[in-house]
């Protein structure tokens, strides 16, 4: 089976999967409208292959960058729609919790003005939702759960520890994980934990 799976929560990444080959690129330098669909080129060039030759895609849901989010999974809708395949969704602190060796794992992502995403997972089962609290308060919460191993994003490696960042390995570990787990891609729609800014009121974080 090929796929192709893309996650613009964070930067940019896309793997493409032919048989048991990869292939993969990542781009944290500049926004996902300009190198998704380059990068997608690009990918599919190296292995000789087009679009029409992807069996399925997928992309990171969330939580993540409101303007990230949905560049991908607009694409990836698209491409969906256009060729008429299915699709598959992950959740952006399912994949981080994968850069992590543990069984037990409490998931970050930086969520901006001292704010971050948290989930927890035992295995394959969640025990907390991803949901929206403060650093300080995220801080408490990794303490009053010591037995469980932290992984994050990129930016908030030095704040907690632990394991941080993504690549090629654990977009692979997804990707067995969730692409059995087929949807429409009318399905596929963003995890917003967090109101956009304009949004927010007293209370609000």
């Not at 008429?84 to 794992?105: G, I, T």
């Not at 927890?120 to 650093?135: H, M, N, S």
């Not at 997804?174 to 087929?182: E, F, G, P």
Request: glycine share 10%.
């Amino acid at each position: 089976m090929n796929y192709l799976f893309v996650d613009t929560a964070e930067g940019t990444r896309v793997l493409l999967g032919v048989g048991d080959k990869t292939y993969y690129a990542e781009n944290y330098s500049n926004a996902g409208a300009e190198t998704l669909m380059p990068t997608v080129h690009s990918i599919l060039s190296q292995a000789g292959m087009s679009v029409n030759d992807i069996d399925i895609l997928g992309a990171c849901v969330g939580p993540g960058s409101f303007t990230g989010l949905r560049i991908g999974l607009t694409t990836i809708k698209a491409l969906c729609y256009a060729l008429d395949k299915p699709c598959f969704a992950v959740n952006n602190l399912r994949l981080y919790s994968y850069n992590n060796e543990e069984r037990k794992v409490i998931s970050l992502a930086a969520a901006g003005s001292n704010v971050v995403y948290l989930a927890r997972y035992d295995g394959d089962v969640e025990l907390d939702a991803p949901k929206c609290v403060t650093v300080e308060a995220a801080a408490e919460y990794i303490k009053s759960h010591p037995d469980f191993a932290v992984s994050t994003d990129r930016k908030l490696g030095k704040v907690f520890g632990g394991q941080s960042g993504v690549g090629e390995k654990e977009m692979i570990a997804a990707v067995k994980k969730h692409i059995s787990s087929r949807i429409e891609q009318k399905e596929l729609l963003p995890l917003y934990i967090r109101k956009a800014q304009p949004e927010r009121g007293d209370g609000d974080l």
